[in-house]
Nanobody, 124 residues
């Protein structure tokens, strides 16, 4: 049973930074993709970033390119999302995802495991 636990969310002013962490248990992260998604009130869950098992390939949503960086430490079974230059429109609950199976990485339906989410609030 894969368990994903996010941490690092909080409230920050526009232009600030946060780093999210996702710790996975009983799972060898190096076997596949890990991803970050977010969901704002009244909106669908959207892909933010994803990283290949060997960290050779990283993917980003256009809205966060140049501001967010996804990284992983397989020795710690942890994936990170460094978020810089935050904007109010980045406000959402952020979710870690694992066990990607098919389709586009940015589609929530292609992922098998989810964390409980961590709130990120950016004020103007």
């Amino acid at each position: 049973q894969v368990q994903l636990v996010e941490s690092g969310g909080g409230s920050v002013q526009a232009g600030g930074s946060l780093r999210l962490s996702c710790a996975a248990s009983e799972y060898t992260l190096s076997r596949g993709f890990m991803g970050w998604f977010r969901q704002a009130p009244g909106k669908e869950r959207e892909g933010v970033a994803a990283i290949h098992g060997g960290a050779l390939m990283r993917y980003y949503a256009d809205s966060v390119k140049g501001r967010f960086t996804i990284a992983r430490d397989n020795a710690k079974n942890t994936v990170y999302l460094q978020m810089n230059s935050l904007k109010p429109e980045d406000t959402a609950v952020y979710y870690c995802a694992a066990d990607f199976t098919s389709g586009a990485w940015s589609s929530a339906g292609g992922w098998g495991y989810w964390g409980q989410g961590t709130q990120v609030t950016v004020s103007s």
